[in-house]
């Protein structure tokens, strides 16, 4: 049995903006731990602790995602 939360359709359909993401939420939208852990390694990726939980900015991930795939971290990744 699943303990997730149920959300009624009528919230989904507001379409409401994810601000924040776990870490594990940043691994599976890089879709690769490694690639995040190393970016968050090199302080490129931060998050701020609230709590037990470290939180990212959504849209500070999107960010570095295009730098990454624009090959701006290639140089620091390798």
């Known amino acids: 049995m699943s303990a997730g939360i149920q959300i009624p359709d009528s919230l989904l359909a507001r379409r ?3 601000l924040g993401m776990t870490k594990d ?3 599976f939208s890089f879709g690769s731990h490694k690639l995040a852990r190393d ?5 490129k990726l931060v998050g701020k602790k609230a709590g037990s939980t470290t939180l990212f900015d959504a849209n500070h991930v999107e960010l570095i995602w295009k730098q990454w795939r624009d090959g701006d971290f290639d140089h620091l990744l390798n």
């Open 39 to 43: 970016l968050i390694a090199l302080g």
């Open 16 to 18: 409401i903006p994810k």
């Open 25 to 27: 939420e940043v691994f």
